[in-house]
């Protein structure tokens, strides 16, 4: 079964702390993989994915397929990164069909 | 602003009735695609239409059902409402619906059944 697992509800740090949010996958096939983030009464948008491998608002994310992880992290987290992420897989096909995980709210404290 | 628009922004209607949200997808989209976020279920795929056609079914019920018109504008019919339908409806649009493509999403509708 595909499915995106997101172990934490809530992630609370102090600004300026290290910022880890976990998800997890299960597919067996090739898997494309996305956070996306939504701000505060805002749509949910795009923050990245893992074929791009870049660095979007200092937040990173490491595709590991031997432990079928894609953990979203940044060094020193701001105020301004209080949002829910949901972590997303998109199976292989010709379908754009994205399975979301349940979601983190993560909360940066000052 | 990714240019994916709902309407209306807000429902509220009573259970047994039907409702009808409508989405309109990016300029140059030829994707729409349905998801539904809950409380208890998070945010589920419902269905892809890609230039009105049906390419993808996800977790959709059989009350509800959706098309997508010559414009490319999307509906999503929701009928005998029940109170666990309530929800936020998120519309997305991409070009061509393809595996590679990143999805724009829109604001949500949100459904309250009483």
């Known amino acids: 079964a595909q499915r995106v697992t997101q172990p934490e509800k809530l992630l609370s740090v102090f600004k300026g702390a290290p910022v880890e949010l976990k998800c997890n996958y299960s597919?067996?096939?090739?898997?494309?993989l996305f956070w996306y983030v939504q701000y505060s009464r805002q749509r949910l948008q795009l923050l990245l994915r893992?074929?791009s491998r870049e660095s979007i608002k200092g937040f990173t994310a490491d595709l590991n397929k031997g432990e079928t992880s894609f953990h979203l992290k940044k060094p020193f987290a701001q105020e301004e990164d209080s949002a829910m992420y949901y972590c997303?897989?998109?199976?292989?096909?010709?379908?754009?069909?994205?399975?979301f995980g349940q979601g983190t709210t993560l909360q940066v404290k000052p | 602003d990714s240019g994916v628009t709902q309407t209306p922004k807000h429902l509220i209607t009573a259970t047994g009735q039907r409702v009808t949200l409508r989405c309109s997808p990016r300029?140059?989209?030829?994707?729409v695609y349905w998801y539904q976020q809950s409380l208890d279920q998070g945010l589920q795929f419902l269905i892809q239409?890609?230039?009105?056609?049906?390419?993808a079914k996800g977790n959709i019920l059989e009350r509800f059902s959706a098309q997508q018109f010559p414009d490319l504008h999307s509906e999503l019919n929701l009928s005998s409402l029940e109170l666990g339908d309530s929800a936020l409806y998120f519309c997305?649009?991409?070009?061509?619906?393809?595996?590679?493509?990143?999805?724009?999403f829109g604001p949500g509708t949100r459904l309250l059944v009483l």
């Open positions: 300029s140059g989209d030829l994707s």
């Open positions: 997305a649009s991409s070009a061509v619906g393809s595996q590679r493509e990143t999805q724009y």
């Open positions: 997303a897989l998109r199976v292989s096909g010709n379908t754009g069909k994205l399975i």
């Open positions: 239409y890609y230039n009105g056609e049906e390419r």
């Open positions: 893992h074929i």
């Open positions: 597919y067996s096939g090739s898997p494309e």
